[in-house]
């Protein structure tokens, strides 16, 4: 596989600026194989070491910390001979040696000659235990799942992405049910590696939801062995209840639909837990949809998305023939997939943060508010080819933004204040609007 970051992480390894790295991301999204591959792609070796499964390491750090010592002990473990040139240090799990995660500091301020990335999958859980990050001392970037424009070079549809990317519409519109078809696969496979390669290998749906529920059965687990007896209750109430929040027309999370009687002082830590593995996305309301959006954003509200498009239809336990053909009894869910489908895009594809706009009563929501540049830009998404858009020329109407993005089935077209962009073109967004 194809991962897009790797162009991020060039430009880290060649910076004159490089600190040590932190690769965040939801466990089992490919932050092992990711680092591995970039050290094979860029570096001549690779000192590797995985702090989960290694006790002997972790001695080095209890002391006080000395690069030259802990370099000298890193060779031998490694059996590699560790050169700023030529090797990358992988400090992998870092979270369960604190020591390890405080180390970074001194080896920007002391020894930046070495390229260091680091990654662990409950790293935000450890640090409201006290963890002390080495803030303004690291370099920071986000592995997501597999994008749908990742999944095209994945599944060997590298053609079609060049053609997607070429913004020739003419010619995307002529190949339409093909980048369509492409999609609702995506839809139900998702983006995690091992979902995407198990399809790949076997050309079987079946195949390929068993892994996604293994994958489900494993962050289940994760929160019995990470929180306490209590949260882990709280966190899979919230956790399985995502599937019903996102099918309501209303998606704003809700306490009183988890549990009858549920106050947010009983959910936030589970949430903010949930978040801080990167199984969870919160998008946020916004008071006000003026520039800059984060200084009207409304912390007390927010719709909840999952890490996956795939790992959300298998919670919610869809059919593949659902996807495929629109069963009638999909449609209130095929509005949360395509949602999530959208926000992965924007994640994985552009700098932008999302946040949402709803007016008093709720019934003029904006699914989506990014802001490029000074610009603040209102998404609306669709799931087939309905080409009302109430709420969207409502909001154009009274706010007068110069770009407003409906996204759908529809071909591409631009007609006077509304742009549509295909479902299967938006992660194009920014080079679509900013030209």
Not at 149 to 170: F, G, V
Not at 395 to 410: C, D, G, I, P
Request: aromatic fraction near 12%.
């Amino acid at each position: 596989m194809n991962r897009t970051i790797f162009s991020q992480l060039e430009k880290w390894k060649n910076s004159s600026n490089r600190k040590p790295l932190i690769l965040r991301g939801a466990r089992q999204v490919g932050k092992t194989w990711t680092m591995k591959e970039f050290g094979k792609r860029y570096f001549k070796n690779i000192a590797y070491v995985n702090f989960d499964n290694n006790t002997s390491l972790k001695s080095i750090f209890e002391n006080d910390i000395n690069i030259p010592r802990i370099i000298l002990a890193l060779s031998a473990e490694t059996g590699i001979s560790i050169k700023p040139d030529e090797t990358l240090i992988i400090f992998d799990e870092i979270q369960e040696v604190p020591r390890a995660l405080s180390s970074l500091k001194y080896f920007c301020e002391e020894a930046p000659k070495y390229a260091i990335i680091t990654a662990g999958s409950q790293m935000g859980v450890a640090l409201h235990k006290g963890t002390n990050f080495p803030v303004g001392k690291v370099d920071l970037l986000t592995l997501y799942p597999l994008s749908f424009k990742e999944y095209l070079m994945a599944t060997e549809n590298s053609q079609l992405l060049s053609i997607l990317d070429s913004k020739d519409w003419q010619m995307i519109c002529s190949l339409k049910n093909r980048f369509i078809q492409r999609m609702k696969e995506y839809f139900y496979i998702g983006g995690m590696p091992e979902v995407v390669q198990t399809f790949i290998n076997e050309q079987d749906w079946f195949s390929a939801r068993e892994v996604q529920k293994t994958l489900l059965s494993v962050y289940t687990q994760d929160f019995s062995k990470y929180a306490t007896k209590e949260l882990c209750s709280r966190l899979n109430i919230v956790w399985n209840s995502l599937p019903a929040q996102l099918s309501k027309e209303n998606k704003k999370f809700m306490y009183g639909q988890i549990k009858k009687g549920a106050r947010a002082k009983d959910f936030e830590l589970a949430i903010r837990w949930l978040s801080d593995c990167g199984l969870i996305h919160l998008v946020h309301s916004v008071s006000k949809p003026s520039y800059p959006l984060k200084a009207y954003e409304e912390l007390d509200s927010f719709k909840i998305y999952m890490n996956d498009v795939g790992l959300l239809g298998a919670l919610g336990n869809t059919d593949i023939k659902s996807i495929l053909n629109d069963n009638e009894f999909f449609v209130e869910f095929k509005g949360a997939i395509t949602e999530q489908y959208v926000l992965q895009q924007i994640l994985a594809n552009t700098n932008l943060t999302p946040f949402y706009y709803s007016t008093e009563n709720s019934s003029g929501e904006i699914d989506f508010l990014v802001q490029i540049e000074n610009q603040i830009v209102p998404i609306e998404v669709k799931a087939s080819e309905n080409l009302q858009a109430k709420s969207l020329k409502a909001f154009h109407k009274k706010w007068e933004n110069q770009f407003s993005v409906r996204t759908s089935l529809s071909d591409f077209r631009i007609d006077d204040w509304l742009t549509n962009i295909p479902l299967y073109g938006i992660h194009n967004l920014e080079k679509v609007l900013i030209k």
